[in-house]
């Protein structure tokens, strides 16, 4: 079975050039989140879906970040215009079950010059 | 906000010692999962303890979640080099998970 796939693997870009990562799930996986994580600390959740629902998105910053999950399946994320502090790791995760054991991709390293 | 602290944050050992990271909070949480990432890679989940009390062993690892389901432990006896990773904890509650902060874990030969 695959697992999540998420490209591109690394991104280099200049401050306020837009940016944008794509994702798709674990087939069957209704839950979809997005977190950005700091060199050698936990992921922090951007965003969580319920199939094309955006049901928690409270710390995604909406003046530049945005997200799109079309379908219920594959997801977008974009940020534009992007800042130095961007730059970071973007994991993408699904689930079966709320709060249940999350499945990773390898993730987007976001490096903003 | 993060509501999860795991101590130490950061920890180097040589291979055959044993270490504990701790991993704590002031909230209840309704299971909590123990991650390993490694570099370039995502998170992938160890462990999932529900019970308060409930201590799970997995080979050399043990797990062991409180008994007020705040805090959570994980015990590595005789480390290997293949055990460095960042290990991360995770309180579920109703309909999220939250990551604690992380410990980076370095096994020398």
């Known amino acids: 079975e695959a697992g999540v796939v998420q490209s591109p693997r690394y991104k280099i870009i200049e401050k306020k050039q837009p940016v944008a990562f794509w994702c798709n799930p674990i087939?069957?996986?209704?839950?979809l989140y997005w977190y950005l994580q700091n060199l050698g600390q936990g992921p922090e959740l951007l965003i969580r879906?319920?199939?094309?629902?955006?049901?928690?998105d409270s710390q995604l910053p909406k003046d530049r970040f945005s997200a799109e999950r079309l379908k219920g399946v594959d997801s977008t994320l974009k940020i534009q215009p992007a800042e130095l502090g961007d730059s970071a790791v973007y994991l993408c995760?699904?689930?079966?079950?709320?709060?249940?054991?999350?499945?990773f991709g390898p993730g987007t390293r976001l490096t903003v010059l | 906000t993060q509501l999860l602290e795991q101590s130490p944050q950061f920890l180097s050992i040589q291979e055959g010692e044993n270490l504990t990271v701790y991993c704590n909070s002031s909230?209840?949480?309704?299971?909590l999962q123990w991650y390993r990432q490694e570099p370039g890679e995502g998170p992938v989940l160890l462990v999932t303890?529900?019970?308060?009390?409930e201590v799970k062993k997995l080979k050399r690892l043990t797990f062991q979640f409180g008994d007020a389901r705040k805090d959570s432990s994980l015990h590595i006896t005789a480390a290997q080099t293949g055990d460095t990773g960042l290990y991360l904890c995770?309180?579920?509650?109703?309909?999220?998970?939250?990551f604690g902060t992380g410990t980076r874990l370095q096994v020398f030969p």
């Open positions: 995760a699904s689930s079966l079950i709320l709060a249940g054991e999350q499945f």
């Open positions: 303890v529900v019970t308060g009390g």
């Open positions: 087939s069957g996986h209704n839950t």
């Open positions: 879906y319920e199939n094309e629902e955006a049901v928690d």
């Open positions: 995770a309180g579920a509650k109703t309909d999220k998970l939250i």
């Open positions: 909230s209840v949480f309704s299971s």
